[in-house]
T-cell receptor, first 116, second 115 residues
Framework: GAVVSQHPSRVICKSGTSVKIECRSL??????MFWYRQFPKQSLMLMAT?????????EQGVEKDKFLINHASLTLSTLTVTSAHPEDSSFYIC????????????FGPGTRLTVT | AQSVTQLGSHVSVSEGALVLLRCNYS??????LFWYVQYPNQGLQLLLK??????LVKGINGFEAEFKKSETSFHLTKPSAHMSDAAEYFC?????????????FGTGTSLTVIP
């Protein structure tokens, strides 16, 4: 159990367009989801914490108007990169925390975004 | 905030040799500790975790790690490296008292296995 999926796995978009990435908990309810960004050969950087039914909490330096996060249900959170630019190209990973687990996060497989 | 240090961004071992990947954390209160492995263009796979209890934790693929409070360390080991172990390894901590359960990741260690 505790499977997290992401869609799409890879996306290429043109500069100036927006792209939406979905994160789903497939077999459990996730009250909290996290979005991370990973540059090549680097660690994961937390972008925001998303709680179902409330506004996301963004980390310092992350533009909330550029990276829109919606956690509309207990199994789905979305990250929309608005007006994407080449510097937004990165690997985006989501994770989800289970209700009954006080510590563990379950990670999705990641989405590779390339902005041309 | 927590800080997680992984000594050695690149580690190379021969196939069959001991694997030792180092992780130190900064908290004075023992956190929850995790090791994850990441293969190219994939997400993170949990290798093992420490929350409470026995300080020597066994994980998947023959890996284990020992929590040493006095050294604030959680080093990852495997007695005999396989070619398939070549990957990026991340140590992470989560503070027990932090209900937000934010994870703090180390910078990662790239493991190369030499045939």
């Amino acid at each position: 159990g505790a499977v997290v999926s992401q869609h799409p796995s890879r996306v290429i978009c043109k500069s100036g367009t927006s792209v939406k990435i979905e994160c789903r908990s497939l077999d459990f309810q996730a009250t909290t989801m996290f979005w991370y960004r990973q540059f090549p050969k680097q660690s994961l950087m937390l972008m925001a914490t998303s709680n179902e039914g409330s506004k996301a909490t963004y980390e310092q330096g992350v533009e909330k108007d550029k990276f829109l996060i919606n956690h509309a249900s207990l199994t789905l959170s979305t990250l929309t990169v608005t007006s994407a630019h080449p510097e937004d190209s990165s690997f985006y990973i989501c994770s989800a925390k289970r209700d009954l687990s006080v510590y563990e996060q379950y990670f999705g497989p990641g989405t590779r975004l390339t902005v041309t | 905030a927590q800080s997680v240090t992984q000594l050695g961004s690149h580690v190379s071992v021969s196939e069959g040799a001991l694997v030792l990947l180092r992780c130190n954390y900064s908290s004075s209160v023992p956190p929850y500790l995790f090791w994850y492995v990441q293969y190219p263009n994939q997400g993170l796979q949990l290798l093992l975790k420490y929350t409470t209890g026995a300080t020597l934790v066994k994980g998947i693929n023959g890996f284990e790690a020992e929590f040493k409070k006095s050294e604030t360390s959680f080093h990852l080991t495997k007695p005999s490296a396989h070619m398939s172990d070549a990957a990026e390894y991340f140590c992470a901590v989560s503070e027990q008292w932090n209900t937000g359960n934010q994870f703090y990741f180390g910078t990662g260690t790239s493991l190369t296995v030499i045939p």
